[in-house]
């Protein structure tokens, strides 16, 4: 979950300082909007892919009954969505560099 939100906060971050406009959506392919980067898009999709809607990893009540978070993602998922999340999050800091 925590990477997720990382990378969420990144790509909004990279958004905000191209054009200081605030969101809040939570679809990571969606805050790649304006940023004018294929793979940062591309990385983008493959977390989404992985995990699914990120409010899923936040609140348990978005599952279905009567599944948790922990039911649906492996620690293989987890490890692979830390090692996405950390590329787009280092990808942010160069372009904010």
């Known amino acids: 979950g925590l ?7 990144a790509l909004k971050a990279a958004r905000y300082s ?3 406009d605030k969101t809040n959506v939570h679809n990571l392919v969606e805050n790649c909007y304006g940023l004018e ?9 493959e977390l989404e892919n992985l995990v699914g809607d990120s409010t899923r990893m936040r609140y348990p009540d978005r599952m279905s009954y009567p ?3 922990n039911d649906v993602y492996s620690q293989g998922m ?3 969505a830390k090692e996405i999340a950390e590329k787009i999050v280092d990808r942010v800091k160069r372009k904010l560099a």
């Open 78 to 80: 987890a490890q692979k």
């Open 3 to 9: 990477s997720l939100q990382a990378a969420e906060k």
């Open 18 to 20: 191209k054009d200081a």
């Open 37 to 45: 980067d294929p793979e940062l898009v591309e990385l983008a999709r």
């Open 67 to 69: 599944q948790i978070p």
